[in-house]
T-cell receptor, first 108, second 114 residues
Framework: AQRVTQPEKLLSVFKGAPVELKCNYS??????LFWYVQYSRQRLQLLLR??SRESIKGFTADLNKGETSFHLKKPFAQEEDSAMYYC??????????FGAGTRLTVKP | ETGVTQTPRHLVMGMTNKKSLKCEQH?????MYWYKQSAKKPLELMFV???????ENNSVPSRFSPECPNSSHLFLHLHTLQPEDSALYLC?????????????FGEGSWLTVV
């Protein structure tokens, strides 16, 4: 079965602190994983995808097949990072399954 | 206008009404999607269209009826809905329905069933 789990509904850190948003997945094949972000009053948008191995806005995510994880990390959080973050897994027919989301709040 | 646009942004309908949600994408994509987002559940995929052909129906009740007349337009026809169908309905598109394609979302249509 294709499933994405984000164990934390809420995460709060102080500005400048490291942040890690957890994502675990279940998929029988080779996974295609994404992180999407939704800022206040904006549409859901792509943050990064594992296949690109890129860093966007200081965020990175590494696929760990052994632990079936795709955690999102940033070494120094900024206030503008406050948003809702969704981990997603693409399946057959690009059937994108989303986790429940984690609301990140970065306090000044 | 570019991107994925949805109309109306807000809709209130009675349980016996018939209404439609409209989605248009200006990205030249060949795949379109309907998602449902409610307070109690994660984003749920409803339908996938590839080149105007429905390729996935994620066990959605028949009171939701999608239509894709061409690769740029997608509709969701609604009739005899229930109050629990109140949610944010998101339209999205991608270059193709091949696995791993980035999905681009519209701003959503807020639906309230009374």
């Amino acid at each position: 079965a294709q499933r994405v789990t984000q164990p934390e509904k809420l995460l709060s850190v102080f500005k400048g602190a490291p942040v890690e948003l957890k994502c675990n997945y279940s998929y029988s094949g080779s996974p295609e994983l994404f992180w999407y972000v939704q800022y206040s009053r904006q549409r859901l948008q792509l943050l990064l995808r594992h296949i690109s191995r890129e860093s966007i806005k200081g965020f990175t995510a590494d696929l760990n097949k052994g632990e079936t994880s795709f955690h999102l990390k940033k070494p120094f959080a900024q206030e503008e990072d406050s948003a809702m973050y969704y981990c997603a897994l693409s399946g057959y027919n690009n059937d994108m399954r989303f986790g429940a989301g984690t609301r990140l709040t970065v306090k000044p | 206008e570019t991107g994925v646009t949805q109309t109306p942004r807000h809709l209130v309908m009675g349980m016996t009404n018939k209404k439609s949600l409209k989605c248009e994408q200006h990205l030249g994509h060949n795949a379109m999607y309907w998602y449902k987002q409610s307070a109690k559940k994660p984003l749920e995929l409803m339908f996938v269209y590839s080149l105007e052909e429905r390729v996935e129906n994620n066990s959605v009740p028949s009171r939701f009826s999608p239509e894709c007349p061409n690769s740029s337009h997608l509709f969701l026809h609604l009739h005899t809905l229930q109050p629990e169908d109140s949610a944010l309905y998101l339209c999205a598109s991608s270059l193709s329905a091949e696995r791993g394609n980035t999905i681009y979302f519209g701003e959503g249509s807020w639906l309230t069933v009374v």
